[in-house]
């Protein structure tokens, strides 16, 4: 989309904040880079625009995807230039095959919409390099694998190319159809003979939802497998998961929507609890407007 594509709309949702908060004239208004720099959408407005929720900008805001300016209220405010940046950044993120640590160091190099972009070939994915030798380790076809997590080969065998990165439910499938942990197939670094993890050298997995971020809080081998979840609000993990154990999570602060079966969803806040057979399909998301923080326990430790 053009600068003056944008400028329409971008005018036409927000005319009142011009004329309040940058003061910019007709004549001014006239000059193109002028208008592509003036600062007068609301993120309300610029949500409706892209059609995704404020909560959705407000993360890429505290990934240091975009940086608006702010009124001396506190009240954020975007230019259409802005707009096409936050365009880019739904449209990779749509593609589900960049995460924001990719999309943050595709946009350092002044990327274009995909729409525009050159097709590439994917780069080696360590993690689906390292499921292919797991599963030929143990004399497995596509086939077998895909009736044991229950996905596709095709999508399997795309996985293991590194043409696309499965997010949490999906990796915990095949993770739990190799006879592996999370972790493990993550290549996080094996844990090793210690007591204490202090708070800044926990490992974090490098997972594809949007929005979580889980650290582990044990470093030798146990029969627990105790982390720290940090969800951002609107965003969880979404695709149901599944494996042998139990699961029990406490919620620090925020909130989250538990959902077991599918069906059954369970809200909980600050100090809430639960447990459930590891073997329910579960996920979670959070619906507030704070980041959720739980604290989650597997045994044995198969996630």
Known sequence: MKHSSFRRTFLAAG??????TTGIDQDQAGNEEQ?????????????????????????????RLINPLRTDSGQRRYSPRDLERLQTIRDLLDTKAMTLTGVREALSEEVVPPSSMEPSPAPADPVGARAKALRLQQGM???????????????????ERGLNKPNTGRISKIAHALGTTVPELLGTAPPESGTVVRAAERPSLPLNDEGVTIELLYRSATALQ????????????????THTGEDFLVVMTGEINLVLDTIEVHHLG??????????RPHSFHNPGTVPAHLIWVNTPATF
């Open 270 to 279: 600050p100090g809430d609890s639960a447990t459930f057979p590891s073997t």
């Open 15 to 20: 005319q009142e904040e011009r004329t309040i």
């Open 226 to 241: 105790p982390q720290s979840i940090v969800v951002q609000p609107g965003c969880g993990i979404r695709e149901a998961i």
């Open 35 to 63: 208008a592509a720099e003036a600062p007068i959408l609301k993120i309300g407005h610029v949500a409706s625009i892209l059609g995704v929720p404020t909560a959705r900008i407000r993360l890429w805001e505290h990934e």
């Open 141 to 159: 076809s596509l086939r077998d694998l895909a009736k044991l997590s229950g996905i596709s080969p095709s999508a399997l065998g795309a996985f």
